[in-house]
């Protein structure tokens, strides 16, 4: 709620995480016209049918996982004039519950994001299964330097401390600030 954000943005914290896009349109877009530094990170799925509302919105996508998905994002940000950074999402464990690019797969993904659609792919992300965390976290830093990537979105609020001992760049901490949700 906006009385959890607003104290945090007011003490300097600028990056902000949401994974439901309505939700974000609704708090979101005021608080990015009266706080013009603020940076919004859709972390959740993002669906083909709701890329027109996160272009304009968010600064960040961390759940690239399928080749229709970047097309969209491609075509939204040629008509918007609005380039935003992504993350891959790496389905490390390869869980079949969970989205992602399979880890063989993700060589030749990134090369047709790039060069087909010329998407700005800054990192890789993944939500890991939650046994081994740390041959996950390390298989992904590996992925990361592989690419020679800037960026590597991995730990969340139960992981973070292992994630940054594997060089985490972006947590995604939503629990342990706000509290669970309703």
């Known amino acids: 709620?906006?009385?959890?954000?607003?104290?945090l943005i007011k003490s300097g914290h600028i990056h902000f995480g949401?994974?439901?896009?309505?939700?974000?349109?609704?708090?979101?877009?005021?608080?990015?016209?009266?706080?013009?530094?603020?940076?919004?990170?859709?972390?959740g799925k993002l669906q083909t049918n709701k890329v027109k509302y996160v272009i304009p919105l968010f600064d960040y996508i961390h759940s690239l996982d399928n080749l229709k998905l970047a097309e969209?994002?491609?075509d939204q940000q040629?008509?918007?004039?609005?380039?935003?950074?992504?993350?891959?999402?790496?389905?490390?464990?390869?869980?079949?519950?969970?989205n992602g690019i399979e880890t063989q797969n993700l060589e030749s993904f990134y090369k047709k994001c790039i060069d087909d659609f010329n998407l700005k792919i800054i990192g890789i992300?993944?939500?890991?299964?939650?046994n081994n965390l740390s041959v996950y976290f390390s298989k992904?830093?590996?992925?990361?330097?592989?690419?020679?990537?800037?960026?590597?979105?991995?730990g969340m609020s139960?992981?973070?401390?292992?994630?940054?001992?594997?060089?985490?760049t972006f947590l995604r901490i939503g629990s342990k600030i706000?509290?669970?949700?309703?």
């Not at 709620?1 to 104290?7: C, F, G, Q, R, S």
């Not at 139960?158 to 985490?168: G, S, T, V």
Request: proline content about 4%; charged content about 30%.
């Open 1 to 7: 709620p906006l009385d959890k954000i607003t104290p």
């Open 18 to 43: 949401e994974n439901k896009v309505q939700e974000a349109e609704h708090k979101w877009t005021n608080l990015k016209n009266q706080y013009s530094n603020l940076k919004l990170h859709m972390i």
């Open 72 to 74: 969209k994002i491609a």
């Open 78 to 98: 040629l008509k918007l004039k609005k380039e935003v950074k992504i993350f891959i999402q790496v389905n490390i464990g390869n869980e079949s519950q969970k």
């Open 125 to 130: 992300m993944c939500i890991p299964p939650n």
């Open 140 to 154: 992904m830093r590996e992925l990361s330097d592989n690419f020679k990537f800037s960026e590597l979105s991995m």
């Open 158 to 168: 139960n992981d973070y401390l292992r994630a940054c001992r594997y060089k985490a």
């Open 178 to 182: 706000f509290g669970s949700r309703n």
